[in-house]
């Protein structure tokens, strides 16, 4: 069944696309950017995006997972995570329902500081909580955080009533858009001000920013946490993965992320540091509910036509693991007996039955991203061409991430698309929930019959049989095609002898987590 616009899904989409806007292709170092970077208490890091906004809880860069380590730097959390996705105290010490949950209370860090100097209190906690909810402000997670009201401040406590019981609030508190923002701060100076001068209480404060080159931070001295090792930390915008391997073999840059694998293995090779370990992030292929998708045989013949086991194995050169539904094998909700078969003959001969062939092609588009993640065009290249084999002839089309943002917040992105989602708390509701609820302003199949599975999930308090439900609605979502999976990633982080960084189930890069060897 073709998806039904409605008012609160267009008011969802207006909201997302607020403050939408390209990434910086190109990367741009002048000065001391160019010289080598090893110093002893700098850490210059090449990174693989560039950073859109400082706001993280508003517009397309607020749910960009790769952005979020940068985010992470500089400002706070209500809630954080450990390298195994677990939760962990930041700005909120405790946290918890009443035994009705119809109620939450949260008891909020005593002695922390805002990069002005300021303290940070129980009222910023509450005032961030409130601006999320609201849904003037832009947030695309309003809809989780809009469930609780009455958002009070009193000591160092922080109460609210539950208007809508959401299983995974807390969950969410340590994920996309659950920072801390300083409410004196943000309201004495704005939005454009907080663009041109940010202020957090992270490990890090920002002594400048050049959107497309650049971002140099200073050790905050009155940090809360554990002090970084590196007192400055220089991060280069640096989107071409050629340009990283460059960054990181000459020097120029301590430390990088998302290499090629084969580039990878030859710097290993030559004595540089490197890990490539599973993170919570999974390959996929889009569908949208428009033609030639409306045709489950055509959905399905797709899906069975690729050869997953020969992505991760020859092309990925092992950094991925195959996955048939949107559950990597680190979410609650993973389960193995639900399985894609890769049956050629099977897919063939579901093509011919929607009147396609080799000598009567079916044509549609397909987009990808190009060096965003290890791979990824090649990944497509590879499944366009073992489509062409069942009777596809597909156009490749490149486009940035951001562009893919703005296409799936309009619900127009291709018949299909590839992208890496994110999903750091391993939870089903924020990998199955958001990108299969027709609701969900970063879905792209929208039908009836998939929100009938996954809208009771939404609330339902007995933990088991959401966890059950979820499973249900893989499998059927599986059965139909209506979404591709195709595997879970390794990340690459490579950096220079005499540092090291341990790898984050997350895929998080930070500057505090590296250490020296």
Known sequence: MPFTDTPEFTAQRRNFLRQSGALMAAFGAAGPLQVLAQSGSTLTIAYNVDLPSWDPTVGPSAVNPTIQALYKSVLSQFIDQNTDLSLKPDVLTQWGWNADRSKISMTVRKGAKWHDGSALTAEDVAWSLRRAADPATGNPIQFVWGKITNIKAEGDKVTADV????????????????????????????????????????????????????????????????????????????TDPSARVAEIESGRSDMTMEIPLEEFDRLKSKGLGGTNAPVSDIGMIFLTNVEPMLNANVRKALAMSINKKALTDKLMRGAALPIDTLQANTYEAFDPSTKVPYDMAKAKALMEEAGYSKDKPLKFKVQTTRGFKPKDFEVMQAVVGM??????????????????????????????????????????????????????????????????????????????????????????????????????????????????AAPHGAGFVQPQSVTRA
């Open 163 to 238: 208007k809508e019981f959401e299983p995974t609030l807390f969950k969410w508190m340590a994920f996309l858009t659950g920072y801390v923002m300083p409410k004196a701060y943000y309201e004495k100076v704005g939005k454009e001000g907080f663009e041109k001068k940010p202020v957090g209480s992270g490990p890090y404060l920002v002594e400048e920013f050049v959107s497309g080159s650049h971002m140099k931070l200073k050790a905050f001295r009155d940090y809360f946490g554990p002090k970084p090792v590196f007192e400055s930390v220089i991060i280069k915008f640096v």
């Open 387 to 500: 489509w062409k084999t069942i009777g596809v002839e597909a156009e490749l089309e490149v486009y940035e991430v951001a562009k893919h943002y703005e296409l799936r917040s309009q619900h127009k992105l291709a018949p299909a698309a590839f992208y890496n989602w994110g999903n750091a708390i391993g939870d089903p509701s924020t990998s199955t929930g958001f990108a299969m609820f027709s609701m969900s302003p970063h879905s792209a199949w929208k039908t009836k019959d998939v929100d009938d599975l996954i809208g009771p999930l939404w609330g339902e308090k007995d933990e088991a049989k959401r966890i059950a439900g979820y499973k249900k609605a893989d499998k059927y979502i599986a059965d139909n095609a209506y979404v591709i999976p195709l595997f879970q990633y390794k990340q690459t982080v490579m950096f220079r002898k005499g540092i090291k």
